[in-house]
C-alpha cells in the first residue's frame, strides 16, 4: 500500500518530504525508497526512526493489529500521527488512541482517503444540488474486493489472519464505503442488520451484507471477496445518481468512466472522471493542511473511530442475528474486544 498507494503521491507533495523510512524487512524501505525517486535512509525499527530523524509527522501503515502500541509511542515522541486505516480493532482501541493523542497534545489524520475521490467527491455535490431530491438510499457493493497479499518477507496473506488483521475484507476494503455512506446522507446511521459469510479455507470473513437505517433512508453496502460486481449510487425522490464502473471492476476503489443522473430512465448529466491514484493530491493537500493545524473532517480521529464502529456495528448484527442500535453502548463486548469477542 505504501509503495503503491502512498509513495507516489507522497513524491508529487510539494510541501512534505519523506526524511526516514521504517519496516522489519529491509527490502521494503528499499522498494519505498525507489518509489519516492529519493535516496531515504531505512531502518528496521520505527523507534531507531524516531530517535534518529527530525520528524513533524509519520505515515503509519502497519498491520492492523499492532498500531495502537506503536501510536501511543509516537503520541509520546510529539509527532503529528497520518494512520492508516482502520485506526483500531475496537472502540475501546479507538477510545485509547485519541486520549493518547489527546493526553500528548498531538494531531492525528486518518487516511480516509476515498473521500477525496472525485466520483465520490462529485455524487456529494449533486445530492447537495438537489440532482435527485430528497435523498433515501445510497447503495455500494464490492463483491470482488479481494485482499492484496502483502509482502513476501512479512506475513504474506496476514490479511486473512484475524490474529493480526481483526476482521476480513468488510473492515480493510468495506470500511471505506462506510464512511462514504454517511458523507453521502450527512448524518449517522442509527441502526445495523447484517448478514456475515465465512468462506471454508479463510479464518476472517468473505463477505458482510449490510442494511444501516438512517432518519432519511436506508443505506446498503455489500462488500467482499470473490467475482462479484462493482455498484454506486444515490436514489433519492426525483432520481438516481450512479458511478459507472468498467464492467470488469469488482472493488469500489477501481477507477470509474463517469458519474451519471437518470431520471424516468434517461441519462440527464453525465461527468467524465478523470483518471486518479489511490492517495489522490487533494487527499495529501488536506493531511498537510491537518499537519499546519487545519484538521479535515474526513479525516479526524473522531471519523476514524466512527467508521470502526460502523464496522464492529454490522459484524455485531450478523453474528447475533438481529439489528443493532447505534452507536454501541461500551458494556457491548464488541465495543470492547471488537470481532474478537464475536467469533
Known amino acids: 500500500m505504501v509503495a503503491q498507494g502512498h509513495a507516489p503521491a507522497l513524491r508529487e507533495a510539494g510541501d512534505l518530504t519523506v526524511v526516514g523510512l521504517a519496516d522489519p524487512s529491509p527490502d521494503r524501505t528499499g522498494i519505498v525508497a525507489a518509489a519516492l525517486g529519493a535516496d531515504v535512509p531505512g531502518f528496521a525499527d520505527y523507534r531507531q526512526l524516531l530517535a534518529q530523524c527530525e520528524l513533524d509527522a509519520v505515515l503509519l501503515a502497519t498491520p492492523s493489529r499492532l498500531r495502537e502500541e506503536i501510536i501511543a509511542d509516537l503520541a509520546a515522541a510529539g509527532v ?19 486520549a493518547a493523542c489527546q493526553a500528548a497534545g498531538v494531531g492525528l489524520a486518518v487516511c480516509h482517503s476515498w473521500a477525496y475521490f472525485a466520483e465520490y467527491l462529485t455524487m456529494r455535490q449533486l445530492i447537495s444540488d438537489g440532482a435527485v431530491g430528497r435523498l433515501h438510499t445510497v447503495s455500494f457493493s464490492g463483491l470482488s474486493a479481494n485482499p492484496w497479499a502483502g509482502a513476501a518477507t512479512w ?14 475484507r468488510f473492515l480493510d476494503s468495506g470500511l471505506h464505503s462506510l464512511y462514504l455512506m454517511e458523507m453521502m446522507f450527512g448524518e449517522q ?20 451484507f449490510s442494511r444501516f437505517s438512517f432518519p432519511a433512508g436506508v443505506g446498503l453496502v455489500n462488500v467482499g471477496r470473490g467475482q462479484g460486481p462493482a455498484h454506486a449510487s444515490a436514489t433519492g425522490s426525483h432520481g438516481r445518481i450512479q458511478i459507472v464502473h468498467p464492467v470488469e471492476a469488482g472493488d469500489l476503489g477501481a477507477q470509474p468512466e463517469r458519474v451519471v443522473v437518470v431520471r424516468d430512465g434517461r441519462v440527464e448529466r453525465s461527468v467524465a472522471v478523470p483518471p486518479r491514484v489511490m492517495c489522490t493530491p487533494a487527499f495529501y493537500a488536506a493531511v498537510t493542511r491537518a499537519i499546519q493545524g487545519e484538521p479535515a473532517a474526513p479525516l479526524t480521529g473522531t471519523a476514524g473511530r466512527r467508521a470502526v464502529e460502523l464496522v464492529m456495528g454490522a459484524y455485531a448484527a450478523g453474528a447475533r442475528g438481529e439489528p443493532v442500535r447505534l452507536p454501541l453502548a461500551p458494556d457491548d463486548p464488541v465495543y470492547q474486544r471488537g470481532a474478537d469477542a464475536l467469533w
Open 80 to 98: 503529528f500521527i497520518i494512520c492508516e486505516k482502520p485506526l483500531a480493532l475496537s472502540l475501546a482501541g479507538a477510545d485509547a488512541i485519541l
Open 189 to 208: 446511521a442509527e441502526s445495523v442488520s447484517a448478514e456475515v459469510q465465512f468462506d471454508p479455507d479463510v479464518a476472517v470473513e468473505a463477505r458482510c
Open 155 to 168: 506475513h504474506p496473506g496476514w490479511r486473512d489472519d484475524p490474529a493480526i488483521a481483526g476482521g476480513g
